[in-house]
C-alpha cells in the first residue's frame, strides 16, 4: 500500500505555481516538488495529483493499492462523482492515471493534515518567484 499526498501553492489566480507531493511507501518517504508557469488554484491542485501520480507510475509497480491523499474539496468531490464543471480535461487526464492502479482511495483531508506537502508545494514555488 502506497500513501501519496499532494498540494498546490499558486501566486496569483492564475500565476506561478508550486507543487508538491509526498510518498509513502515500503517504510520510506519520498518528497517531490515541482512547478508549473501559469494556472489557477484548482487547475494547480489537479496538476500536483498529477505530478504524484506519474511519479507513482515510474518508481512502483502498478499491482499497488494506492492512499491519495488532498485538502482540496474540488479535486476530490470530481475524482469521487468523475465529474467537474471546469476542469474535465484535468480530470480526464488525472483518471488516465488512477486508471492504471487497480485501487484507488482518494480521501479529501483538511490542510493541518497535509502540511508536509504543503511545504513542498511553498518550497517549489518560492523557486519560480
Known amino acids: 500500500m502506497i500513501k501519496l499526498y499532494t498540494d498546490a501553492a499558486t501566486k496569483g489566480n492564475p500565476g506561478p505555481t508550486g507543487l508538491g507531493a509526498l510518498v509513502l511507501a515500503d517504510h520510506q518517504q ?7 508557469a501559469n494556472c489557477d488554484n484548482h ?29 482540496s474539496r474540488l479535486l476530490s468531490d470530481a475524482i469521487g462523482k468523475n465529474y467537474t464543471k471546469h476542469y474535465q480535461a484535468e480530470l480526464d487526464r488525472l483518471n488516465a492515471l488512477l486508471n492504471r492502479f487497480p485501487t484507488v482511495v482518494t480521501q479529501w483531508i483538511p490542510d493541518a493534515q497535509n502540511q508536509g506537502a504543503h511545504h513542498l508545494a511553498n518550497q517549489a514555488l518560492q523557486s519560480v518567484e
Open 43 to 71: 487547475q494547480g491542485e489537479f496538476a500536483a495529483a498529477e505530478f504524484g501520480f506519474h511519479y507513482l507510475l515510474q518508481h512502483f509497480p502498478t499491482a499497488q493499492t494506492i492512499l491519495f491523499y488532498t485538502d
Open 30 to 36: 519520498f518528497q517531490l516538488t515541482s512547478t508549473v
